[in-house]
């Protein structure tokens, strides 16, 4: 009897086994954090409850050798995969992404225009931008011209340790017009003209690296100004700090939703990727985190008080710029070793 009983079971768990997608794991890969928490309570929960699929968050740090070495060894176990802006354009050249099935996913025209892509999905927008503490300034700065002036607004500045964002700001900081940055820094005059003006501010700069310093920064009083990731800032203020942002010359991304080459569950990723860009998910996203949501009407949707925190509404955008990925893959490596050597001076 016992026996007969055991073999049930065994039976049983077969059926549920062979029962297909409804049985089986849906595997998302995330940076964690407050990010990650926002990702659970507008995606992963619903979509769970919704479709019956049990959804698995798990944390990377962007490290794309994981995902090469799982396509390559043809054993796939990660479904879905949160991915940089560069590091997408890179995989999917490399066969490292499957290549998307747009009609299963959203009409294009629903999404901001930088969400589509031939491998990935944009689902959310995020900013590095001014940051400061209003505490401890008696007049806000306006954008990067103020972050310069050290008459004005003495004090040091944390800027983090890397070309990317501070030849950018250099230049805006210099007068060049956020719409053309990238075709000044493009030229050799142009990149000498952004190092000349950082040099400017050499002896006011405080380095960060990771991004907790910038808050830490402010609140110690270390710094009067900062760039900063807009969403570690959003932290800090839920937390009691009276730290501000400033728009003006923000510079903004978007991060990818990716399915490995190889999936075994490609079916089932696509619906979750299509249902985290949906209207409803994008809005309570954003509701979570203050990152901007690619969905057109779940902006629009939005109150007030919600869209004056995200890069992406129609008023912090005026004089936002998009981080040119096909710029920094084509010069980053010469630029980052200018910077390096220029720092180190």
Known sequence: ???????????????????????????????GGANGNAQKVAFNQPFEKESGTKVTAVEYNGEQAKVKAMVEAKHVNWDVVEVESGDLGRGCDEGLYEKLDWSKIAKKPDLVSESPATCGVGFFVWSTALAYNAD?????P????DFWDVKKFPGKRGMRKGARYNLEFALMADGVAPKDVYKVLGTKAGAD??????????????????????PQFLVAGDVVMSTAYNGRIDAAQK?????KVVWNGSIYDLDYWAIPKGSPNKDLATKYIAYSVSEKPQQEYAKNIAYGPV???????LDAKTQSNMPNSPENAK?????????????GD????????WASK
């Open 295 to 301: 969905n057109k009407a779940a902006i629009k949707a």
């Open 334 to 341: 010469e630029l980052e070793q200018r910077f390096t050597a």
């Open 319 to 331: 004089n936002a710029v998009l981080q040119d990925m096909a710029f920094w893959t084509d010069h």
């Open 142 to 145: 306006a954008g990067w011209a």
């Open 193 to 214: 003209r952004a190092f000349k003006k950082l040099e400017e501010l050499k002896p006011n700069i405080q380095w960060w690296e990771a991004g907790a310093q910038p």
């Open 136 to 140: 401890k300034l008696k007049s806000a």
């Open 1 to 31: 009897m016992k026996k007969f009983a055991m073999c049930s079971i065994a039976a049983a768990a077969a059926l549920v086994c062979a029962s297909g997608a409804m049985a089986a794991e849906l595997t998302v890969v995330n940076f």
């Open 239 to 243: 937390e009691g700090k009276n730290l």
